[in-house]
């Protein structure tokens, strides 16, 4: 696609007409700048987009954020709304790792009085949370606990003591997503999970002790519980083996729904279903349970990692409690109600590598939070910045509540193998102040700072678009990694 064929709507708001190709049902838009559309044309993630817009009941437009790259099926940094009566429901287009997300806690103490102890916390932290591919941890659910977990959420975990209720009150969808049916899993998703609750996993997961280094909205980080010099602590991470499978098995299933509904699609690898139907209706369930277990394994990690800082800081950090901030996901498929063309609307909003970036007064939004807008947190990378902000009415009207993920890949996992060594960037970050822990050199090579786009330049976008304002920048002190 060359750039020409977009037409510039905003400062910040693209638009591929749908004269641009035939079958396009709504036009395609790109929330970027100049420079960021340019990018985004150097691979695939564009055409995917216009792809996406010929799904059955696609209303207004197909989005896609600033952090947009190249992904499966839909670009990641995505989002689409679908009629629930007439539209689809695709689990490609939700993701593998159904809930990836990400949970913010907060101290009350300053970086200062943490720094000097940081080898040994991010040892610690390293130690006590498994990551890694396939690895599994201690906790080993039994059918019942997987059953509990499934439907439930976080709010097994909390009932099982890995965590407080105050946390639940500040975690989207309060850690729970209605409509999740065990049942709609598979045995063999069941059986991976089945010992990854509160492990990290690999690839771009992580956890991260970082710095509050700038307040940009001193009223709003005021109502977040946030201030300059503040450790917080980022976990980044999903349902893991289960919600791969959930994807997987749905994919399966769906090839024939296409041809068994007459659906006609530009990429195989948007198979899908009628919403309604029983193949959908079962996805969504299936889904729904994949997300509570991401949910339960991001609440039992947040458990583990207060457990070592009171461990590890013991006697050297009075203040060691870490408080939630907020939870949001990024790969899921939500039933919302917009208002399009003065007609409130029952959509199926699809979220792929996307955040929902709510503004004030949304019953969705955690009352503590309600006057002001939800907490949008977009994480970079283990050398560079990470955000938090708030969402905006304006996202409602253009966005359909959604902002960015995070910074974006800028390259390929094998690129950035073939350019980065593992050992030299670990001492690199070093140098910079930043302990890094990772379970191979490989691992951390594809990880790589330089692998990412610029996660400032991608903020001020969503910024500057208004669809989520900067409270707060961070930078990173301590990463562990897959």
Known sequence: MLKQEFVKITEQIFEVP???????????????????????????STEQLVNTTMLPG????????????QGYGPPIGWVIPIDA???VI????????????????????????????????VRALFNNVPSGVGKGGALRLSDHDMEGVLEDGARWAVRKGYGVQEDLEVTEEGGAMPGADAT??????KARGRDQLGTLGSGNHFIEVGKVTEIFDPAIAEAFGLFAGQVVVWIHSGSRGLGHQVCTDYVKRMQKSVRDYDITLPDRELVCAPFTSPEGQEYFAAMAAAANFAWANRQAM???????????????????????????????????????????????????????AFGPGRVEVPRAYRAVGQPVLVPGNMGTASYILVGTETAMTTTFGSACHGAGRAMSRSKALKQVDGHMLQERLARAGIVVRGGSWDGLAEEAPEAYKNVDLVVNVVHQAGIARKVARTVPLGVIKG
């Open 18 to 44: 749908v004269t641009y190709r035939a079958g396009m049902r709504v036009p395609a838009r790109v929330v970027a700048d100049e420079r960021i559309l340019e990018a985004a044309l150097g691979d695939n």
């Open 302 to 356: 947040a458990h583990l990692v207060r457990q070592t800082f009171d461990d590890a800081l013991a006697g050297k950090v009075r203040r060691r409690e870490l408080h939630q901030l907020y939870d949001v996901t990024h790969n899921i498929v939500k039933r919302e109600t917009y208002e399009i063309d003065g007609v409130a609307r029952d959509l199926i909003v699809h979220r792929k590598g996307a955040t929902r």
């Open 85 to 87: 009566a007439t539209g």
């Open 58 to 69: 696609v209303v207004r437009y197909a989005l896609a954020m600033p952090d947009i790259h």
């Open 184 to 189: 709609t899993v598979s045995p063999s998703a």
């Open 90 to 121: 695709s689990p490609g287009a939700t993701g593998y790792d159904i809930n990836c997300g990400v949970r913010l806690l907060r101290a009350e103490v300053e970086a200062d009085e943490v720094v000097p102890f940081m080898d040994g916390l």
